[in-house]
């Protein structure tokens, strides 16, 4: 017997058909003898229309109201979802974030989890009841319903997990599992039996969106085993996905893992700013206090050394605050133009294996040129690597750098 967290998403609880589908996966289950506690999401759609009625209401609305009205969606599914497990004749009822006491911080539309008192929820499941938990919801210190921002149900799931102690947390999906770059740019893309935690932060760090970058965080601290599997497969087979699990010796077998790529990036280029101490500290600080995150930079010194290009990337959603905030501060900063790209794209090769083999990085930047695909930035670590180039050049770059280091090939 184990004890099993099973959360499922907007697109496979879309309607009563889908719910009654994941009541299948659940009965399944049980029937093993394990213990199973389920987190859902809204069904599909519903969250983007509660938020679209806040905002009707009045575009400055109270973040602690907004909570209250978007988290329902999750409320609602649960309990229709232990409706149909009842009827099945399966022990189960719904819990909202309230209840379970999952305390997060009072920071509305984006709360972190800071504990969850699984106390009775343990007893219960002991007992044989299947509890279907409300996700993307808690409260705060002031017993004020908050959320927890996007990807909160796969962060429920996998905080739950944790405090539970369950042997796995399975996040079903619209999608069998991780595979080695988006299937719809490369047809030959792989689905990966088992990546590292480490490899799918980075993963979901760089665009791959099969899982949250929070709920894979908390997995890698709490080395809580991950399997991200389909709902839209027979329930009556096991789960067949990836397991995302702590490293082991035997995942080193592959320099790279996979190609991800994230589109919504933005660069930004400050000419000839005066080479003093300081200057970084006068560019990115205000950057930082206004909530912009800075990835990838660039740094070039003139040949005098008196002044400095500095090149940046950032999510593309913050680069107009950016612009705005470093064209205010151009007196302090004396640079002599800001210049501004939003048609890039960041391709990032990833892997573990990486650690332990040199000429990872020298095989991309050979075949990118070789294609004539221009790097405008380079970052990396110690399982990554990051380029940012041409928006343009996106599919020929994932299908390179895939071919180039054989993931369309069969794994041993």
Known sequence: MARIVMKFGGTSVADLDRIRNVARHVEREIKQGNEVAVVVSAMAGETNRLVALCRDASPLHDAREYDAVV?????????LLAIVLQSMGIDARSWQGWQIKTRT???????????????????????????????????????????????????????????LKADR???????????????????????????????????????????????????????????VCSSFADPSLPPEGTLIT????????????SIAYAKDEAQITLRDVP?????????????????????????????????????????EADYDRAMKLLEDRSADLGYAKVLGNKDVVKVSVIGIGMRSHAGVAATAFKALAERQINIHAITTSEIKISVLIDSAYTELAVRTLHAVYGLDKAAA
Do not use: W
């Open 71 to 79: 988290s329902s969606g999750e409320n609602v599914t649960s309990g």
């Open 105 to 163: 911080d009072d920071s509305h539309g984006a709360a972190r989890v800071a504990a969850i008192d699984t106390d009775v929820l343990g007893e219960r499941l002991a007992q044989g009841q299947v509890a279907v938990i409300a996700g993307f919801q808690g409260i705060s210190s002031m017993n004020r319903i908050t959320t927890l921002g996007r990807g909160g149900s796969d962060t429920t799931a996998v905080a739950m997990a944790a405090a």
């Open 169 to 227: 947390c399975d996040i079903y999906t619209d999608v069998d599992g991780v595979y080695t770059t988006d299937p719809r740019i490369v047809k030959t893309a792989r689905r990966l039996p088992r990546v590292s935690h480490e490899e799918m932060l980075e993963m979901a760090s760089q665009g791959a969106k099969v899982l949250h970058v929070r709920s894979v965080e908390l997995a890698m601290v709490h080395e809580v085993p991950v399997l």
């Open 246 to 257: 702590p490293e082991m010796d035997d995942m080193e077998q592959e320099n790279v893992t």
């Open 275 to 315: 080479d003093s101490p300081g200057v970084a500290y006068k560019v990115f600080g205000p950057l930082a206090q206004n909530g912009i995150n800075v990835d990838m930079i660039v740094q070039n010194i003139s040949d005098d050394g008196s002044t400095t290009d500095i090149t940046f990337t950032l999510p």
